[in-house]
């Protein structure tokens, strides 16, 4: 096996332990905006609609709901404070793609994936135009991304990217080798890189859960924190045959429908306790860069960037040009626990940091000002599945795998579509209509998980290569390509 750039480039380890000195454990986005406070749900209330989940998924079910009909009852019920999960602490990169990539659509929905295409393309306009016609600032910036070669191999798939886009059609892409692409951003590392310039925007991750949640109680939503749902009951007949209740430790909400957009954790469905499981994600924010120090890495354009290795970086630059450098160790922990212990790994940041300053050794002496981590739902497809339950009355969304920032209003306009008994051209898709597969339970699970993990870092350490269970699962529709 061979050694990857970040085994061959490692910086002094004085160099990271004098970034990570001081480092505060929060995730910066939400130490950067006042935080809105709801009250919590006391007594029963009634409603059209009741939304399960304060994040992305159920702010924009809200806000679409309220679109749709603006007499209509809404209320959210949210079991800590809104934003303050995935959608408070992501890295902000808003994709077009509702399928975690071109490829990964292409290998399952092959008859669709140019309507998909389509479709997320349109539902991440529609994102961009609801920042003027709503009046929400969470500081959209449509600079598109950077995909990276930083192993040999690697441009040869950059090269193959670029020729199926041109194959289609599509002049939004463009491919920059050697020089080229270190005139974008100044890194040692980068071999080559492809630009997609129309699919790909980066904006505030808890700006917009904020300013949604804003805009949906200016609507006449009403939002309830610190509430969590203890139970969900549905009448079996009679008067109230179309009712879904919707039980918390002090109070109800007796509803017509419901959504549950509970992402990672737990659902309230039986028949959902095997479909998702959580991989925890780590992640850096540097102090701001000076000019100088903007000068030396270039990146005028503030595209977000992502290397394509299987275990991949994600980085971007916030508006006062701080540094966010997240991803690659993703870790799944027996049991499919959520726990904010597990939050804390300092072997975690220290590779990150590593990782940073191997890619932009320029910068040494920056410090870390904040790292966190969190738990992404991740599929076995990969992407987001929906369904209904309750006789049509429930509806659900989850299984993002990570790239759900745009993808959760497309999921919002699902659910409520269905919900309403519409066919639309979004719930004729077989990519909507079907549900992947679960995964098995433990210990199948924890054991058929880290051993993807264990051959991913192979296959990157060995130009890609997949060895046997990788090209099984591959060939079983359950292998990961991000």
Partial sequence: ????????????????????????????????????????????????????????????????????????????????????????????????????????????????????????????????????????????????????????????????????????????????????????????????????????ALLHPAKLAFELARVATDMGVQIFEQSPVRALDTATGGADAAAVTLRTAAGAVHSSRAVLATNVFPSLLKRNTLMTVPVYDYALMSEPLSDAQMREIGWQNRQGLGDVANQFHYYRLSRDNRVLFGGYDAVYHYGRRVRQSYEQRPAAFELLANHFFTTFPQLEGTRFTHKWAGAIDTCTRFSAFYGTARGGRVAYAAGYTGLGVAATRFAANVMLDRLAGEQTERTRLRMVRERPLPFPPEPIAALGINATRWSLDRADHNDGKRNVLLKTLDALGLGFDS
């Fill in 1 to 200: 096996m061979g050694t990857t750039v970040f085994e061959r480039r490692r910086p002094a380890a004085s160099v990271v332990e004098h970034a990570l000195a001081g480092t505060r454990q929060a995730a910066f986005w939400l130490d950067d905006v006042d935080r809105p406070r709801y009250p919590k749900l006391s007594g029963a209330v009634t409603a059209d609609l009741a939304i399960v989940g304060g994040g992305y998924t159920g702010l924009w079910t809200a806000v679409l709901a309220k679109q749709r009909n603006p007499d209509a009852r809404v209320v959210l019920l949210e079991a800590q404070r809104i934003g303050w999960a995935a959608s408070g602490r992501n890295g902000g990169f808003c994709e077009a793609s509702l399928t975690h990539g071109r490829e990964n659509g292409e290998s399952r929905w092959p008859e669709e994936v140019e309507e998909l295409d389509r479709l997320g393309l349109e539902n991440l306009d529609e994102i961009e135009a609801a920042s003027a016609e709503l009046g929400m600032d969470f500081e959209f910036e449509r600079n598109g991304a950077l995909d990276l070669a930083v192993e040999p191999h690697q441009v040869e798939w950059l090269r193959e990217a670029a020729a199926d886009a041109a194959a289609r059609g599509d002049d939004s892409v463009e491919l920059l080798v050697g020089a080229a692409a270190r005139a974008e951003v100044n890194s040692p590392t980068y071999l080559a890189a492809l630009w997609n310039k129309r699919t790909s």
